[in-house]
């Protein structure tokens, strides 16, 4: 079983950036694709960016592309999302997810693709 901890979240003005961090641990995350989602109040989660497990391919919502760069650091069990020209609309709680199998491509970057998830981090980015 692997648990994940997301942190980095805050408030933040529009224009500005974050990064946000999650730290896995229970098991090695090194050969799973992780992705990082978000909720806004009253809506669905939905996927921001994912990473596969070489990291080597990466895919981003159309809303954040050229704005958020999904990394990860498999020597410390982490991936990353820095978040840059913050907007409003990037408000929402922040969640990384793990898929259960390895090696596996990104693929399309949804919630059902997923098996462990982190508790989330607050961004608020206020105008």
């Known amino acids: 079983q692997v648990q994940l901890v997301e942190s980095g979240g805050g408030l933040v003005q529009a224009g500005g950036s974050l990064r946000l961090s999650c730290a896995a641990s229970?098991?090695?995350?090194?050969?799973?694709?992780l992705g990082w989602f978000r909720q806004a109040p009253g809506k669905e989660r939905e996927c921001v960016a994912a990473?596969?497990?070489?990291?080597?391919?990466?895919v981003y919502v159309d809303s954040v592309k050229g704005r958020f760069t999904i990394s990860r650091d498999n020597a410390k069990n982490t991936v990353y999302l820095q978040m840059n020209s913050l907007k409003p609309e990037d408000t929402a709680v922040y969640y990384c997810?793990?898929?259960?199998?390895?090696?596996?491509?990104?693929?399309?970057?949804?919630?059902?693709?997923?098996?462990?998830w982190g508790q989330g981090t607050q961004v608020t980015v206020s105008s």
């Open positions: 990473i596969n497990w070489g990291a080597g391919s990466t």
């Open positions: 997810a793990t898929k259960a199998t390895i090696f596996t491509s990104v693929g399309v970057c949804t919630t059902t693709q997923y098996n462990y």
């Open positions: 229970g098991r090695t995350v090194a050969h799973y694709t």
